[in-house]
């Protein structure tokens, strides 16, 4: 349910008074994006990808197979986080409840969002129920 015009000024003025009162706390609750800091280990990653490349190579080049399946596990640990941080980011850039660089956001939360868990795992547990239900009547599995 979105907020009304009245409880989103009062929500601004008292961003405003935290700004004032205590600017530091206030950056601190701020922190970074979920878009910068994705993006931030997505370049790492690539950077450690780059190193295990290298790793990988020096140890097939000298014969060294332990350092070279080093530099292989190196690049595949670096290649998990870049995906992952990626689809985060992805992520991030849909939900429209993320920190901005802007001020403070509202989560959704409370009984809104159960709900919906609950609705979808009870249909869940009917369309099992069927299928069981289903096999017990043809004789078995």
């Known amino acids: 349910m979105p907020l009304s015009e ?4 009062l929500l601004e003025q008292m961003e405003r008074a935290l700004v004032e009162e205590d600017p530091k706390f206030a950056s601190t609750l701020r922190g970074t994006t ?7 280990r ?3 990653a690539a950077v450690c990808f780059v190193l295990g490349v290298v790793v990988l190579m020096v140890g097939a080049i000298f ?3 332990p350092v070279a399946i080093g530099g292989f596990v190196v690049m595949l640990a670096s290649a998990t986080v870049a995906v992952t941080s990626l689809r985060s ?3 991030a850039e849909q939900q429209p409840g ?3 660089s802007q001020g403070f956001t509202v989560h959704q939360g409370g009984r809104a969002g159960r709900k ?3 609705r979808s795992s009870e249909g869940f ?4 129920e069927a299928r069981w239900r289903r096999r017990r009547e043809n004789g078995g599995f």
Do not use: H
């Open 6 to 9: 009245e409880e989103l000024r």
């Open 34 to 40: 979920l878009r910068s800091s994705a993006r931030r």
């Open 42 to 44: 997505a370049i790492v």
């Open 63 to 65: 014969e060294l197979y």
């Open 89 to 91: 980011r992805r992520q």
């Open 98 to 100: 993320t920190p901005t």
């Open 116 to 118: 919906s868990r609950q």
């Open 125 to 128: 547990l009917d369309r099992m």
